[in-house]
């Protein structure tokens, strides 16, 4: 009999499930649910639907429940497998709220094998859609829960982070305020991650540290519901909500619905979900200081593993609960691999004529400098999206190819200075980490080795090495994190990147040069051209 362990991720554009072997040392399965294309009667786009205006991106929190349905139906092929999981974690899309009635607990106690969760789930929800990570429409309320708090220092020194649009807590005051009789109706607000957790559960699940602190709701500090912030986000919230735990709870045992219909032991664990931020620390194995990862999905995040809590006080950065119960820093942008697709798709590109343009473009753009707003970006905060050339037109092809990529990378190292430590190492991971031409760029500009490993499904491979860990430590069978780490994270097949030194200084310069273009639009400094026009002279 093996050691199995389940890990999944509920992420924007998919579902994905992973089982490793921990006697094998491997990854034995892998399959994903495309939401847009294998339930595509939800009408997504990338996973979300826009309502009202492109400020407002939502998610159907059923859908996601058809997904977990899927996915068990196909894995079903083995199952025996299924049988020897030992314990099951999860990652959920950050932030995103789903909001349950009465029925949902009572459903979920007696959930019948031979009908669809969705059928039976269907009426548990007071509101049908749920408000994901992508939405930008709650500045109103971000601006009141902050003044509540006392502006913006004590507010990141209570919670960790500014009040943030896409946040749980700014996103909750928004539909009280909306449809106050619907949010009265509202029994528990879930996040993304314990909503999932709960079905798998049978009953409520917790909220984890790592995924509780992306609500503007958890003092950072104390780990527990803040009751100012509570206050200051809606009435008769903190019932509402489930209770937070550490990220390594066993939170109990897979419930008897998915035991009947799939085949699972009654006897496997649940270990609590976070988010696919934290969860993906652990998938590229971060569990020390020095080191820093960024992953190329959806959203394209830069983090670190932090020993002692830190924070921006600017209110770009975020803090986080990590999966070793420590700390996390964090910054976010929209911008990612949906922006990286509009260029493609704009001059009907594929990702190897991408590269190819990327590869045979000068470092440096030849002083082209693009900043991508094609949709409302979180860092720096532009609210009305909009996308600048300097030194080219919008038909440019190399021009719009290299730019994009030098402004999103330009950009991180421009904004992660608050976490202090100049990273010695760059951890890749999500999609794009596969592209290598897109590596070498944000090895130059960051003047640092970049390490990419084979296997890109950090939040999923995290999930799975959580709960691997979390069931051995309940057994008192302890794993040491490294020993699970360098059992799954393949540091000798992953591929390195160098730097090329002979541009570092050029990418100092153009630094500088984005840095005063941000300023130019974003705050209406004095136009960069001249000194755009000196790097040219100096480089081209
Ligand atoms: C993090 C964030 C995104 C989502 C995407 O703060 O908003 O990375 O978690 O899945």
Same mark, same amino acid.
């Given at each position: 009999m093996s050691d199995l362990f389940l890990g999944l991720d509920c992420s924007t554009q998919s579902l994905t499930g992973i089982?490793? !072997?921990?006697?094998?040392?491997?990854?034995?399965?892998?399959?994903?649910?495309?939401?847009?294309?294998?339930?595509?009667?939800?009408?997504?786009?990338?996973?979300?639907?826009?309502?009202?205006?492109?400020?407002?991106?939502?998610?159907?929190?059923?859908?996601?429940?058809?997904?977990?349905e899927l996915l068990f139906e196909k894995m079903q092929n083995n199952k025996r497998a299924l049988f020897e999981i030992k314990a099951i974690s999860g990652s959920g899309q950050q932030h995103g709220t789903v909001y349950l009635n009465s029925d *949902?607990?009572?459903?979920?106690?007696?959930?019948?094998? !031979?009908?669809?969760?969705?059928?039976?789930?269907?009426?548990?929800?007071?509101?049908?859609?749920s408000p994901i990570w992508m939405d930008s429409s709650t500045t109103?309320?971000?601006?009141?829960?902050?003044?509540?708090?006392? %502006?913006?220092?004590?507010?990141?020194?209570?919670? %960790?982070?500014?009040?943030? =649009?896409?946040?749980?807590?700014?996103?909750?005051?928004?539909? *009280?305020q909306q449809y106050p009789l619907l949010y009265e109706k509202t029994l528990i607000i879930h996040l993304v991650s314990s909503f999932m957790a709960s079905i798998l559960l049978g009953k409520n699940a917790p909220i984890d540290h790592g995924d509780g602190a992306g609500m503007n709701l958890m003092n950072i500090k104390t780990k527990q519901w803040d009751e100012r912030a509570l206050e200051a986000t809606a009435p008769n919230l903190r019932e509402k909500l489930p209770p937070l735990s550490q990220p390594y709870t066993v939170i109990g045992n897979i419930s008897s619905f998915f035991v009947k219909k799939f085949g699972f032991n009654p006897n496997t664990n649940l270990i609590a979900w976070s988010g696919d931020n934290p969860n993906s620390l652990i998938g590229v194995g971060l569990i020390?200081?020095?080191?820093?990862?960024?992953?190329? %999905?959806?959203?394209?995040?830069?983090?670190?593993?932090?020993?002692?809590?830190?924070?921006?006080?600017? %209110?770009? #950065?975020?803090?986080?609960?990590?999966?070793?119960? !420590?700390?996390?820093?964090?910054?976010?942008?929209?911008?990612?691999?949906?922006?990286?697709?509009?260029?493609?798709?704009?001059?009907?590109?594929?990702? =190897?004529?991408?590269?190819?343009?990327?590869?045979?473009?000068?470092?440096?753009?030849?002083?082209?400098?693009?900043?991508?707003?094609?949709?409302?970006?979180?860092?720096?905060?532009?609210?009305?999206?909009?996308?600048?050339? *300097?030194?080219?037109?919008?038909? !440019?092809?190399?021009?719009?190819?290299? #730019?994009?990529?030098?402004?999103?990378?330009?950009?991180?190292?421009?904004?992660?200075?608050?976490?202090?430590?100049?990273?010695k190492e760059i951890y890749a991971t999500g999609g794009a980490s596969a592209n290598k031409d897109i590596l070498q760029v944000l090895a130059n500009i960051f003047k640092t080795k970049v390490r990419a490993f084979e296997f890109a499904d950090s939040a999923a491979l995290g999930a799975a090495l959580r709960a691997t860990k979390s069931y051995y430590d309940s057994k008192n069978m302890i794993k040491g994190w490294e020993d699970i780490i360098n059992k799954f994270i393949d540091f000798q097949r992953s591929i390195v990147i160098v730097p090329n030194e002979k541009y570092f200084q050029l990418y100092d310069?153009?630094?500088?040069?984005?840095?005063?273009?941000?300023?130019?639009?974003l705050n209406n400094r004095q136009d960069p051209e001249i000194a755009r026009l000196d790097f040219v002279k100096n480089y081209f």
């Open positions: 089982i490793v !072997d921990f006697n094998l040392k491997k990854v034995v399965y892998r399959n994903s649910i495309n939401f847009d294309e294998e339930l595509s009667h939800y009408n997504t786009h990338n996973g979300a639907i826009i309502l009202d205006n492109e400020k407002v991106v939502h998610s159907y929190p059923l859908m996601w429940v058809e997904a977990l *949902f607990i009572k459903t979920l106690k007696r959930l019948d094998a !031979d009908k669809t969760l969705v059928s039976q789930l269907k009426n548990s929800f007071s509101r049908p859609t109103k309320q971000c601006e009141e829960i902050r003044k509540k708090l006392g %502006g913006l220092k004590s507010t990141i020194n209570l919670l %960790g982070s500014n009040t943030i =649009e896409r946040f749980s807590g700014p996103q909750i005051r928004k539909f *009280f020390k200081k020095g080191k820093v990862a960024i992953s190329l %999905g959806t959203s394209d995040t830069y983090f670190s593993y932090l020993q002692d809590l830190y924070l921006d006080l600017k %209110g770009e #950065g975020h803090v986080f609960g990590a999966p070793t119960g !420590d700390y996390m820093s964090l910054i976010c942008y929209k911008n990612g691999s949906l922006a990286r697709e509009k260029i493609k798709d704009k001059f009907h590109l594929n990702w =190897e004529q991408f590269s190819q343009i990327l590869k045979n473009s000068p470092p440096g753009n030849n002083g082209k400098l693009m900043l991508p707003y094609f949709f409302p970006e979180i860092v720096p905060q532009v609210l009305q999206p909009k996308v600048y050339c *300097f030194g080219f037109d919008e038909d !440019d092809l190399e021009g719009n190819v290299r #730019g994009i990529i030098e402004a999103q990378f330009l950009s991180m190292r421009l904004h992660s200075k608050w976490i202090g430590e100049k990273p310069d153009m630094l500088e040069l984005y840095k005063k273009y941000e300023q130019y639009i």
